[in-house]
């Protein structure tokens, strides 16, 4: 397949499933739920750190999440303290349990009334580096100065291990692009969406193992960013628009026949 082919085929995917329909089935719909910033925020960060397993399991924990947190997350992370965190205690999602979730209420009140917020984190990170990579890095360190256990660092990718960092890359896409249909929110202006790296998942990157996109076997951030910048080729102010296209493609088994 030549690449006016394959761009063609990547538009057409992705313009499926890059739309309001979408919306309700996957993790991306927790922060749909808000118009606040600051709750669309939270609740998007919270719904990506645990977006793995089953989709309905996964909103299942989610809007239980932001149940226990009185469906104002931001009010409720900022203002909570004592007795009124215990709930947070019963919250579980495969490996993120009750003692992870009360360290990210704290952690986030941090980010909140100390470094201006996620936003501002991440581009700090950003305007430091110039590189999404030293976003997700800086915002690293700033969410585990607060006092934590070990076991929940593993919840936040570290990619100077040179992970591919799925969840926070996915989040990135929510916050940063933007286009008139209306799934990602695009509030944050300030880091270009050109910058962004795609979210390998098992099923992206197998889609694109097909398709001649990415040969790395891998799933690392060496795949992430071969993949990222082949996709630049196609679409070079908005390369993660493809996710759509490959997440979509690899999740539907009716959509394996198009592309093999």
């Known amino acids: 397949m030549d690449d006016n082919a394959l ?19 996957d993790p991306v719909s927790i922060p749909h739920r808000y118009t606040k910033k600051e709750d669309i925020e939270i609740a998007g960060f919270l719904a990506s750190i645990i977006a793995w397993g089953n989709r309905s399991s996964i909103l299942k924990s989610a809007l239980g999440m932001m149940k226990v947190m009185d469906d ?21 999602h495969r490996t993120f349990n009750g003692t992870d979730m009360l360290f990210f209420a704290e952690s986030l ?5 100390y470094h201006g917020g996620l936003h501002n984190v991440f581009y700090d990170g950003y305007r430091k580096s110039g590189e999404i990579t030293g976003a997700i890095e800086y915002f690293r360190s700033i969410f585990l100065e607060t006092v934590h256990e070990k076991r929940s660092e593993k919840h936040i ?4 291990k040179k992970t591919a960092a799925k969840k926070i890359n996915m989040y990135l896409r929510w916050m940063v692009r933007r286009d008139k249909n209306g799934v990602d929110f695009g509030l944050w202006k300030d880091i270009p969406m050109s910058k962004l790296l795609i979210p390998l998942d098992v099923h992206s990157a197998a889609t694109a193992r097909k398709l001649g996109l990415l040969l790395r076997k891998q799933n690392d951030l060496r795949s992430v960013k071969e993949l990222t910048d082949r996709l630049k080729q196609f679409r070079p102010e908005d390369p993660v628009y493809y996710d759509y296209a490959l997440f979509g493609a690899g999740v539907s088994r009716a959509e394996i026949s198009i592309i093999i």
């Open 109 to 113: 009140k941090n980010i909140y009334s």
């Open 7 to 25: 761009k063609e085929l990547l538009d057409n995917l992705a313009g499926k499933y890059n739309t309001k329909e979408f919306i309700a089935s």
């Open 157 to 160: 990718p570290d990619i100077s």
């Open 72 to 92: 104002e997350p931001f009010n409720f992370i900022i203002t909570a303290k004592g007795k009124e965190l215990k709930p947070l205690e019963k919250i579980v």
